[in-house]
């Protein structure tokens, strides 16, 4: 748990550095909540497969399958940006 606490503080600071301050507040309102939205839909859905299966397997297979999608397309974007040329010179 304290490793996601780590990343709360340096959100708005990596945020900043690669929008600028003046999309700052509106991007970090954006990623809470979609954070929130994700929340709620995981439990809810979770709930409605456990009532209709009785089961929580199907649940966390669709957990797994979606957080390795979404890290597949982190490292694509990652490789990506690594090739491409830097936004920013270096002074």
């Known amino acids: 748990m304290a ?3 780590a990343l ?3 959100l708005p600071v990596l945020i900043a550095e690669m929008f600028g301050l003046r999309w700052q507040a509106m991007i970090h309102g954006l990623a809470f909540m979609s954070h929130q939205l994700g929340s709620f ?3 809810y859905g979770g709930g409605l ?3 209709a299966l009785g089961s929580y397997d199907t649940a966390w297979r669709i957990g797994v399958a979606v957080g390795l999608g979404a890290g ?3 490292i ?3 490789l990506i940006r690594l090739t491409s040329a830097p936004l ?3 002074a």
């Open 76 to 78: 694509a974007f990652a």
């Open 41 to 43: 839909l995981g439990a």
């Open 88 to 90: 920013l010179k270096a």
């Open 49 to 51: 497969i456990y009532d």
């Open 3 to 5: 490793r996601l606490k």
């Open 8 to 10: 709360r503080p340096t």
């Open 72 to 74: 597949i397309i982190q």
